[in-house]
């Protein structure tokens, strides 16, 4: 199974969880892709059979700037092939922001839920105010995930 890895970072804490998270899930056997920079059309080109969204969340709980072109043009385009494919999503925040904590993984939900894409897991939230090694705090979830897209 394809896995497409989507990420947003500032600081490149995300980045390093979607690295991880893409080297588990090819150790598990999948073919995962992940490109930071990635265009909607590097995207398609990859031809996904289920998706991994990894984001932190900026000022008043947006995406990253690395992030946000991205989210707009698959928001614009609504790929009507990923309908009904399987996917989830890891937020990155600080649970002292309040209400915006994690809100950029609660956007790239929302857009999956308007894609069809089937959220096989419920969001996997890291505290940056309690996490030292987010890599490592993911694994528990990231086997789940490996379990939920073999099922």
């Known amino acids: 199974m394809k ?3 989507l990420s947003g970072s500032v600081y490149g804490t995300a980045e390093e969880v979607a690295r991880h998270a893409a ?3 090819k150790e598990a056997g999948f073919e995962a892709w992940h490109n930071p920079r990635a ?3 590097d995207v398609q080109a990859f031809a996904p059979e289920a998706f991994l969204a990894v984001t932190s969340t900026t000022g008043m709980g947006e995406l990253p700037d690395n992030l946000q072109p991205l989210y707009s043009t698959i928001r614009d385009q609504l790929p009507a092939a ?3 494919l399987p996917g989830a999503v890891i937020g990155l925040g600080d ?3 309040g209400d915006t904590f994690c809100g950029g993984g609660e ?3 929302e857009l999956f839920a308007e894609l069809g894409v089937r959220e096989v897991l419920p969001m996997l939230r890291l505290d940056a105010s309690e996490s030292v090694t987010p890599e ?3 694994e528990p979830w990231l086997a789940e995930l490996v379990t939920a897209l073999r099922a």
Request: proline residues 0%.
């Open 107 to 109: 956007q790239m939900r």
């Open 136 to 138: 490592a705090d993911a």
């Open 95 to 97: 649970a002292s922001y």
């Open 23 to 25: 080297d588990l899930l």
């Open 39 to 41: 265009s909607l059309a």
């Open 3 to 5: 896995v497409a890895i």
């Open 82 to 84: 990923w309908r009904g």
